[in-house]
């Protein structure tokens, strides 16, 4: 069974651009969730999608939005970029069941400069 | 508000020994699930061992096993037999329901 896939790997964006990143679960997971990891303030839940739908939503700006496909298939979109969204953006996979374990990908290094 | 605290933010331990590292957590809640995950320099989040609240019973993988203390809201990771594979920053969560939290991690060092 393929992992979940997130892509790209690595991506520099200068100011005020606007950036898409991809994931792609584990077959048959329908739950989608995306974190934003940095030195500084460690794991930081942005959002989950269930089944197209945004089903938990973390501390974060406007800017911070995704959505999720049919196939499950997730995006998360970052507008107007500022010099602190440099960091790690994990995605990670589930069931969509309670309390279930969730599976990451290996993440997207954003750099903004 | 639901949190994850670890305490340190690194340690070190000697090959072939054994290291703990310490977690707590708050919640109201009776129901939810434990998990500690390791994150080593290829950055691949990987789950170590998870715990359901509703068992009183350690859950152990292989050389990994915790001290789950429900009434303190403790949640402790063992690492026996230490390996240099070890080496790895080491992330305790917390979830409920769909909700996953997590502590800002510990940093563990293992020397040969």
């Known amino acids: 069974k393929a992992g979940v896939t997130q892509t790209p790997r690595y991506l520099i964006k200068t100011r005020g651009q606007q950036v898409t990143l991809s994931c792609s679960p584990i077959s048959g997971h329908r739950s989608v969730s995306w974190y934003q990891q940095t030195p500084g303030q460690g794991l930081q839940f942005l959002f989950e999608y269930f089944s197209e739908t945004q089903r938990n939503k973390g501390n974060f700006p406007g800017r911070f939005s995704g959505r999720q496909f049919s196939n499950s298939r997730s995006e998360m979109n970052v507008s107007t970029l500022e010099l602190g969204d440099s960091a790690l953006y994990l995605c990670?996979?589930?069931?969509?069941?309670?309390?279930?374990?969730?599976?990451f990908g290996q993440g997207t290094r954003l750099t903004v400069v | 508000a639901q949190t994850v605290t670890q305490s340190q933010p690194e340690m070190s331990v000697q090959e072939a020994e054994t290291v703990t590292l310490s977690c707590t957590y708050d919640t109201s809640e009776s129901d939810y699930y434990l998990f500690w995950y390791k994150q080593p320099p290829s950055r691949q989040m990987i789950l170590v061992i998870r715990?359901?609240?509703?068992?009183?019973q350690n859950a152990t993988e292989n050389r990994f096993s915790v001290n789950f203390q429900k009434a303190a809201k403790s949640f402790s990771l063992k690492i026996s037999d230490s390996q240099l594979g070890d080496a790895a920053m080491y992330f305790c969560a917390y979830k409920i329901d769909n909700d996953m939290r997590f502590g800002a991690g510990t940093r563990l060092t293992v020397k040969p």
């Open positions: 715990q359901e609240a509703y068992k009183q």
């Open positions: 990670a996979s589930s069931s969509g069941q309670p309390n279930t374990e969730a599976f």
